[in-house]
């Protein structure tokens, strides 16, 4: 099946939940609206409206085929490929994502790792890589076609990366620098940072401890 080139961003944030529950269905043939909905963290007309916008409507009293459902979903997501990937930065951060078997499974395959500390180049990774100097980076992504990379480096150093990265020609960037990134129109960039995720989970402990305080005071 072709991507359908008209999925909304918001929809699309959603599929790769989508996917991988659909992807631990192993030997499921088929699935209610209901069930994937509640799988997914998601209400069942989120879902279907989500998955209309793919072409698929599901059969009423039969739910969703689920492989043709996930092939669909792959399809969409641009996951009938392995998409080499490339990662800057070898900190216990960018050793920890290189040796994430997950990748793998999921259609993404590390093809190198660089670092601008000298003296860790050569180190063994998984896989049979190496740890390469900064020097190398542009004839890494020419030699493997990588498009996507990540960057987990210090803040100070995410830009310069950014700049570099996107002068060899990737176009998608995964950033876990806690900094706001710089690119051109036309390069993709998502940021994961842990700190402001941390952050979020203790505003929402903490707006249930007043909550609590506000209920008790009204005793």
Known sequence: MQPSG???????????????????????????SEELAAACGVSSAQLRKDLAVLGSHGTRGVGYDVPGLRDALAAELGLEQDWPVVIVGGGNLGMALANYAGFLSRGFRVVGIVDADQLRAGEAVVGGLVIQPMADLARIIRRTHAVIAVIATPAEGAQPVADELVAAGVTGI?????????????????????GVELQLLAFHEQQRSLGRDSRREGE
Do not use: K
Not at 13 to 21: E, G, H, I, K, T
Not at 179 to 184: A, F
């Open 6 to 32: 008209r999925v909304p961003e918001s929809t699309a944030a959603r599929l790769p939940v989508y996917l991988r529950v659909l992807s631990d269905l192993a030997g499921v043939d088929s699935i209610s």
């Open 174 to 194: 995964l950033n876990f620098a806690p900094v706001v990134l710089s690119v051109p129109a036309g390069v993709a960039v998502r940021d994961v940072d842990l």
